[in-house]
T-cell receptor
Framework: RKEVEQDPGPFNVPEGATVAFNCTYS??????FFWYRQDCRKEPKLLMS???SGNEDGRFTAQLNRASQYISLLIRDSKLSDSATYLC?????????????FGAGTQVVVTP | GAGVSQSPRYKVAKRGQDVALRCDPI?????LFWYQQALGQGPEFLTY????????KSGLPSDRFFAERPEGSVSTLKIQRTQKEDSAVYLC???????????????FGPGTRLTVT
C-alpha cells in the first residue's frame, strides 16, 4: 500500500458547485498535514496547513479523521481558477526528519 | 523578495551525459529539499539538507545522483551518465527552519524539466 493515496480524478465540477475529495495516509504518527495546489506545469504552492482536527480558509475546508487515517478537502462555490491538481502531504516524523511523501494528487476541473 | 529559483529551466541531455541542476533557495532558509516529479505523479523526495548537512539522501534513485550544498545556501543536484528514465521535472524547495518531520511550509522553485534523449 502506498503511504499516501489520492483519487486522481479528474473531478469535473460546475462553477459554483461544491467538491470534496480525500487523501488516505498510512503513517499514524503524522501530526500535521498540508494541502498544496499545483497548476499545470507549475510548482506546488501551499493551500492549507492542518495541525489539529481541521482547518477552514474561506471557501476551503480541510477535515482530518485520525481514526480512519484520512484527510479531506472541500471546496465550496468553485471558481474557474480552482482548476488545479491538489496534492496531499502528511508531515514526516522525527524518524524521517525532512522526508515528505506527497500523494499523486487529485485533479479538479471547474467548468463554466 | 525573491523566491526559490532554479536553473536551467529546461535541459535536454543525450543519454550518458552528465547534468548539473542548480537551486537558489530563499535567503536565510535553513532547509532545502530536492524532489523528482514524473508526469501525472506527485513530487518524489530525493534528498534533504539542513544548512550544509545532507541529513537524508534515501530518495536518491541510484549512485548516479549526487547533491551538495557546500555553503548552506545554493545547492546543486548532479546526475551522472543520464538515462532516459531520469527524464522528469526536478523541483527544489526550501523552508525557513529545520522543523522535525518537515512540519512547516515549503516554498518550491519553478523546477528544471530534464529530457534525456
Amino acid at each position: 500500500r502506498k503511504e499516501v493515496e489520492q483519487d486522481p480524478g479528474p473531478f469535473n465540477v460546475p462553477e459554483g458547485a461544491t467538491v470534496a475529495f480525500n487523501c488516505t495516509y498510512s503513517n499514524s504518527a503524522s501530526q500535521s498535514f498540508f494541502w498544496y495546489r499545483q497548476d499545470c506545469r507549475k510548482e506546488p504552492k501551499l493551500l492549507m496547513s492542518v495541525y489539529s482536527s481541521g482547518n477552514e480558509d474561506g471557501r476551503f475546508t480541510a477535515q482530518l479523521n485520525r481514526a480512519s487515517q484520512y484527510i479531506s478537502l472541500l471546496i465550496r462555490d468553485s471558481k474557474l481558477s480552482d482548476s488545479a491538481t491538489y496534492l496531499c502531504v502528511p508531515s514526516g516524523t522525527t524518524d524521517s526528519w525532512g522526508k515528505l511523501q506527497f500523494g499523486a494528487g487529485t485533479q479538479v476541473v471547474v467548468t463554466p | 523578495g525573491a523566491g526559490v529559483s532554479q536553473s536551467p529551466r529546461y535541459k535536454v541531455a543525450k543519454r550518458g551525459q552528465d547534468v548539473a541542476l542548480r537551486c537558489d533557495p530563499i535567503s536565510g532558509h535553513v532547509s532545502l529539499f530536492w524532489y523528482q516529479q514524473a508526469l501525472g505523479q506527485g513530487p518524489e523526495f530525493l534528498t534533504y539538507f539542513q544548512n550544509e548537512a545532507q541529513l537524508d539522501k534515501s530518495g536518491l534513485p541510484s549512485d548516479r545522483f549526487f547533491a551538495e550544498r557546500p555553503e548552506g545556501s545554493v545547492s546543486t543536484l548532479k546526475i551522472q551518465r543520464t538515462q532516459k528514465e531520469d527524464s522528469a521535472v526536478y523541483l527544489c524547495a526550501s523552508s525557513l527552519l529545520g522543523m522535525a518531520g518537515g512540519s512547516e511550509e515549503q516554498y518550491f522553485g519553478p523546477g528544471t524539466r530534464l529530457t534525456v534523449t
